[in-house]
């Protein structure tokens, strides 16, 4: 077994037997996995305690956006399922940051994460929310934010990694999606957007979707993956 849990494999999937499918494919190499909003609505609860059950580690993506108290209940039900990682919404301020920080307190392997800005987002859609910095700023400045309420890292594209290492510090997690391998040699792999790129700009963690769920074999596409950290 050759495990690497910086990788996450993302199980954008609508139903259980796929997901199952791509988690016994990929064996013991993969050990943290991504259930988002997707799987969770198509299956229920029940695919986050089988996976933990199994030992993997599990981020649920909850992308939380509520009234504190909601925010704490959810992160509660998060930790009691097992789940290592959640998120929470930067917009929606200190408060709901602070709450889902406060209520992961019970369950000492849960880490919050905090998203800065949608990755779809541009300067212009942030203007029609009355948001006038532009992306770059606005993600910082809600690092800086989730940070102070006490959020251990943040969500980031490829292109904040660095600026967010440098604010965030050492310590903080970060956990960049939207990576994909361009190609197989060497060079390909050092390339903006790219899991060794993103690790290298200062990333803790990146989550790979469909280039691995998507591929005829997932634990070659993983493998490659893995070996493309090494290279
Ligand atoms: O694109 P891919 O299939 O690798 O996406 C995996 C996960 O990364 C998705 O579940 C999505 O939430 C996230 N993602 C993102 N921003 C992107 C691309 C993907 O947040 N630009």
């Given at each position: 077994m050759d495990e690497d849990s910086r990788i996450i494999?993302?199980?954008?999937?609508?139903?259980?037997?796929?997901?199952?499918?791509?988690?016994?494919?990929?064996?013991?190499e993969c050990r943290f996995y991504k259930v988002g909003l997707e799987l969770l609505t198509a299956v229920g609860p029940?695919?986050?305690?089988?996976?933990?059950?199994?030992g993997k580690e599990v981020f649920l993506d909850l992308k939380l956006f509520e009234i504190p108290?909601?925010?704490?209940?959810?992160v509660r039900a998060a930790g009691?399922?097992?789940a290592s990682l959640v998120t929470v919404h930067g917009m929606g301020g200190r408060?709901?940051?602070?709450?889902?920080?406060?209520?992961?307190?019970?369950?000492?392997?849960?880490?919050?994460?905090?998203?800065?800005?949608?990755?779809?987002?541009t300067?212009?859609?942030l203007a029609d929310i009355g948001v006038g910095n532009p992306a770059e700023e606005q993600v910082l400045r809600l690092?800086?934010?989730?940070?102070?309420?006490?959020c251990h890292g943040v969500i980031a594209s490829p292109r904040d990694v660095a600026a967010l290492r440098g604010a965030l510090g050492a310590g903080a997690l970060i956990v960049t999606p939207g990576v994909t391998l361009h190609?197989?040699?060497?060079?390909?792999?050092?390339?903006?957007?790219?899991?060794?790129?993103?690790?290298?700009?200062?990333?803790?963690?990146?989550?790979?979707g469909r280039t691995v769920t998507r591929a005829t074999d997932p634990a070659a596409a993983f493998r490659l993956v893995r070996n493309s950290l090494a290279v």
């Open positions: 494999v993302a199980l954008d999937c609508d139903n259980r037997a796929a997901a199952d499918d791509i988690v016994d494919r990929l064996g013991d029940d695919v986050v305690t089988s996976l933990v059950a199994r108290n909601s925010v704490a209940g959810a009691a399922l097992g408060g709901i940051m602070a709450a889902a920080v406060d209520a992961a307190r019970d369950f000492p392997a849960l880490r919050i994460l905090a998203l800065t800005v949608v990755t779809s987002m300067d212009e859609d690092a800086r934010l989730a940070d102070k309420a006490g190609g197989e040699s060497p060079s390909e792999h050092a390339r903006p957007g790219t899991p060794r790129a993103a690790l290298s700009a200062g990333a803790s963690h990146v989550v790979v």
